[in-house]
């Protein structure tokens, strides 16, 4: 029987993941992924509390969860590929033009 330890396990695992990709790596894609890894971590955690405790709000946070991530990968995207054409590398050291 899976309890809520397990999903708190694997959430935090996921978690980790995301954490640590993020501090180590420099191409944009991967931060971006990385980003996308630790809203899932938290979307698990958020849908396995709201099974048990039998309570809906949980589930109603990983909608409004989603719906940020999707503006966020879009946005982010869009910032990228324009970035891409200007310097032709997805590497986040080069991107001086955002820097004051």
Known sequence: MVTL???????????????IGFAT????LVLFMCVELMLNAVNLMLTAFAEFRADMAGQVMVLFIYA????EVAVGLAILIVLFRHVQDVDVNKFQLLKW
Not at 25 to 28: G, I, V
Not at 68 to 71: E, H
């Open 68 to 71: 940020v991530a999707a503006a």
């Open 25 to 28: 790596r420099r191409n944009a």
């Open 5 to 19: 330890n397990h999903y708190v396990i694997l959430a935090g695992i996921l978690f980790g993941l995301g954490v």
